[in-house]
């Protein structure tokens, strides 16, 4: 099983933590590096900064498929690996109403169809190949691998028929094997005799701070009440949660209610030996790719965290 790094981009922290992290994955070790997109930097933008800096491959994404049409996708993971020299990727999604529709102002619906389309195309374009009424890069074809952020099954439908890896965002054990089961069983309905990689990101923090464990849960509460995820951590035991969350409670008062089990559920904290029993758990569950999301309060680009779990360990 392989372990990639992503970059977490905690709003409690300076946003050029982002290459400082990167500069660390890369001198630990690491071969690959999630560049998603959030309230800072343009993903493209920044890959080629830490393209140029490091030796890392770079998966830019998920972006959202409502947000950026599939031609200007390829076209940008053409550029980064063009000016850098490194291995580019792409990871596409349906992202959420606050980014899609409050962010960009762009409408959510009929997100799966716009999933499917999207990935259809893609992996033809990526390639260098004609598409969308005959338009074909003009740069060198990056050869790009296409990841599918899934949870829906319409969603693990389009990874299933298109994608190379499908990757999950923070989810407990039990999840990531109902999923991967969902997964397995939308291949075999499209008679393919492979299934997607499988990768998972996951928040980490090794002997984390107080503060650290406050950024992680902070970062937790804006799930709380979204569809599916709300579902899965009422399973998981925090319906009480879930409901307060989906009747309005506060940020601030789901905040200070998040008990540290949750944290334990759905990311990997503690020592680094009990993180990696937690590790063979998700392994176990059908996970081909740890994806390391290190809490950086109390450990500065979690240079702490990337170092006891990564390659070299």
Known sequence: MTRSVVLGYWQDRPPLEALAIAEAADRLGYAELWVGEMATFDAFALATAIGAQTRLALTIGPLAVQVRSATGMAMGVASVAALTGRAVHLAVGTSSDAVVTGWHGRPRTA????LEHAAAVLPALLGGERALGGYRLRLDPPGATLTVAAFGDRAIEVAARHADRMVLNMVTVDAVARLRTRLVAACDRLGQPVSPR??????????????????????????????GYGEMFAEAGYG?????????????????????SLLRDVALVGPAAEIEDRIAAYHAAGVDEVCLVPATAGDPAGERTLGALGPAR
Do not use: K, S
């Open 111 to 114: 997100a799966a169809q716009a």
């Open 198 to 227: 499988l990768a998972v990101w996951l928040a980490a923090a090794v002997e984390p701070a107080e503060e650290a464990l406050t950024q992680l849960a902070r970062g937790f509460v804006m799930y709380l009440a979204a569809p």
């Open 240 to 260: 009480d949660l879930v409901a307060a969350a989906r009747a309005g409670a506060h940020p601030r008062e789901l905040l200070a209610a998040v008990p540290p």
